[in-house]
């Protein structure tokens, strides 16, 4: 138990399909991380929430897109997609989004774009 | 944020010796450092973290050592298990700064019964 709470753990959608990745953290944390992680490739940090308010987009395809509702939970809606995609999502979050910080991850959702 | 790299991509050990991973980073602003593991299949988990204005901090069964000369870390497991097969990644911050944690590729270790 992390205190960060990923649904679906595992998704497998076609190309047309919309769906959506959604993380809830219980850690009492105002930051909020959404990264990818694939293949022998380091960690890919996607966006940051800060206070619900986006901080970060690290150049990510508007097929991604995000949304924070408050500071506890953060959905990441997925459209269009390409095989390229499948990877591992992690979401995660911190005492702030800055630094200095530690980042707390849960367990990732393993996407499978067919 | 400059890059943070990791020496060895992969480390094998026998069960009961100790382990060494060690990890560079680039940003001489650098002054907060964590160590995660990630097991296969799991998000990587927080295993110990140091600021800067320390160089060794012990933690159970494991020691984070700081050189800031050369911009070095290193995370030492002593007694290693096979619980203790993962990717360990490190990650370099800059306190209070708008600088978000980046990580390197992690080295896979695996441990031998």
């Known amino acids: 138990e992390t205190g960060v709470t990923q649904t679906p753990r595992h998704l497998v959608m076609g190309m047309t399909n919309k769906k959506s990745l959604k993380c809830e953290q219980h850690?009492?944390?105002?930051?909020m991380y959404w990264y990818k992680q694939s293949a022998k490739k380091p960690l890919e940090l996607m966006f940051v929430?800060?206070?619900?308010?986006?901080?970060e987009n690290n150049s990510v395809p508007s097929r991604f897109s995000p949304e924070c509702p408050n500071s506890s939970h953060l959905f990441l809606h997925l459209h269009t997609l390409q095989p390229e995609d499948s990877a591992l999502y992690l979401c995660?979050?911190?005492?702030?989004?800055?630094?200095?910080?530690?980042?707390?991850f849960g367990e990732g959702s393993w996407l499978t774009v067919v | 944020g400059e890059s943070v790299g990791l020496h060895l991509p992969t480390l094998s050990v026998q069960e009961g010796d100790n382990s060494i991973i060690n990890c560079a980073y680039s940003?001489?602003?650098?002054?907060?450092f964590i160590w995660y593991k990630q097991e296969s299949g799991k998000g990587p988990q927080f295993i110990i973290d140091i600021r800067s204005n320390m160089d060794k901090r012990q933690g159970q069964r494991v020691t984070v050592l700081l050189n800031k000369t050369v911009k070095h870390l290193s995370l030492q497991i002593a007694a290693t298990q096979p619980g203790d097969s993962a990717v360990y990644f490190c990650a370099e911050n800059i306190e209070g700064g708008s600088y978000i944690p980046t990580f390197g590729r992690g080295t896979s270790l695996i441990v031998h019964p």
């Open positions: 995660a979050s911190s005492p702030r989004g800055n630094g200095g910080n530690t980042i707390y």
């Open positions: 929430y800060n206070f619900k308010e986006q901080t």
């Open positions: 940003n001489s602003a650098s002054d907060y």
């Open positions: 850690l009492g944390h105002n930051a």
